[in-house]
């Protein structure tokens, strides 16, 4: 069967039942594989040990490791025309990522998962502050598609406290257009809502809504908006999760996400966290009339919200997506 | 093939408005052995004669002290200033303290290289 052909298949089952390069995924419940009698002592996993936390689909579209770099990730820049002043606030305020070897004032470098780098998304030091990072694609093949990472978050230990709830949120979406003209512009939403208000929340939630688009300059080319202002997040049904927040605000735990969309419905699939399956099949994405000029685009986003006036720490190490084609 | 040497340029502060004591957001390039730091004056309120901005180095993002390195802050907009660095550790930032009744907006790009 050709990779034309095989992609008509169902991309998630066919993507894990050949045991692409990686182990075969296993239920959460199920004994792990290396230490079972069977195991074997070598397998394509073994042979590439930096993808074996990964179970991507047939072909890695990116495998981001950042001791290589910073792999195409960058600031979300707000669009503006003639004058910086143009940009909308919530854009405005956006720094550029960086490279990060987690250090502490008193600890010293943490390390990131697998080496001594990971990709930071660092706020200001204010409540409501958000900073995004962005990795630009299109896409080749509408197809099923897998983003798989590892993050850690924390705030700034700048104060002798745990600090569990000075972080607000952190997140991700794709940011798709379909490629042919009547498409529309699809947005998949989720972030981790830890903390609001000084409540330690901790539960997943989607965004489906969008508010108006404002006219950027004075040429009528450009307009912006900002979807993902804090507005019109909804839960996932099932949602809540604790995760590892450790025990001082300077060490911090590596925790899996991954998130399967199908880029032929344009709708998410499933949603993973650790140990936790949060069925998203039913949660509609932003969804956009088509732009004159985005088509095939594949961009995904990291995002960072303080809910304090203290920074917030977005680590994410390392970023793997790949597609059933 | 040859390993290049990773170079990035980053915006640390983009048209952010420049009043009293200003500060870039720390910056970490623990990765790099080199850096210039650039600052470009995108306007300018009042006088900015004999205004400065500090290189400021930290162990740890929160404690900060002078490098010793300044950018003169110029009410030429548009011109540019540099500060080459070496040996500035982790994390490294800009500190201004503009005299009552100036103000302006900057761009501060540093570009690092490994």
């Not at chain 1, 507005?231 to 025990?247: A, F, T």
């Not at chain 2, 930290?58 to 660095?85: K, N, Y």
Request: hydrophobic share 40%.
């Amino acid at each position: 069967m050709s990779r034309d052909d095989d992609h008509h298949m169902d991309g998630y089952a066919s993507a894990t039942a050949r045991e692409p390069l990686t182990a075969r995924k296993r239920d959460s419940r199920e004994t792990p594989a290396s230490i079972t009698a069977t195991s074997p002592l070598t397998s394509a996993a073994h042979l590439a040990p930096e993808l074996s936390r990964f179970d991507p689909m047939r072909r890695i579209i990116s495998f981001d490791d950042f001791d290589r770099g910073f792999c195409g990730w960058t600031q979300l820049v707000g669009n503006y025309e003639h004058s910086l002043d143009s940009m909308l606030p919530a854009y405005a305020e956006h720094t550029q990522p960086q490279l990060s070897n987690v250090t502490h004032w008193d600890s010293g470098s943490h390390g990131s998962f697998d080496g001594s780098y990971a990709l930071k998304i660092a706020t200001r030091a204010r409540v409501g502050s958000r900073n995004v990072a962005i990795k630009r694609l299109t896409f080749r093949k509408p197809c099923p598609v897998r983003l798989e990472f590892y993050f850690a978050f924390k705030p700034e230990a700048s104060e002798l406290m745990l600090s569990e709830t000075d972080v607000k949120s952190i997140g991700f979406c794709y940011d798709l257009q379909q490629g042919s003209e009547g498409g529309n512009r699809v947005m998949p939403h989720f972030r981790f809502l830890n903390a609001e208000g000084g409540r330690h929340v901790q539960k997943w939630q989607y965004k489906d809504a969008y508010r108006s688009f404002s006219d950027i300059g004075t040429e009528g080319k450009t307009v912006s908006f900002d979807h993902l202002a804090d507005q019109d997040w909804k839960d996932v049904p099932g949602g809540s999760q604790k995760l590892c927040y450790n025990e001082v605000p300077t060490k911090i735990n590596w925790h899996y996400v991954r998130f399967d969309f199908d880029l032929t419905t344009m709708k998410p699939v499933l949603l993973q966290c650790n140990d936790r399956l949060f069925d998203v099949s039913g949660l509609s994405p932003i969804v956009i009339p088509a732009m004159k000029n985005l088509w095939c685009m594949m961009n995904i986003l990291f995002f960072a919200e303080a809910a304090t006036d203290k920074r917030t720490f977005l680590y994410v190490d390392s970023v793997c997506l790949s597609g059933d084609f | 093939m040859p390993v290049l040497r990773e170079c990035q340029t980053a915006v640390v502060s983009r048209n952010d408005r420049w009043v009293g004591v200003a500060e870039t957001e720390p910056y970490e390039a623990g990765w790099a052995s080199e850096l210039i730091v650039f600052i470009r004056v995108l306007e300018s309120e009042g006088s900015l004669t004999g205004a400065a901005a500090a290189v400021q180095i930290s162990p740890d993002g929160i404690h900060w002290i002078d490098e010793g390195a300044r950018l003169t802050l110029s009410d030429a907009i548009g011109q540019v200033a540099f500060v080459r660095l070496s040996h500035f550790g982790q994390y490294v930032r800009l500190r201004a303290e503009l005299e009552y009744g100036s103000a302006c907006k900057v761009i501060v790009t540093i570009n690092a290289k490994a």
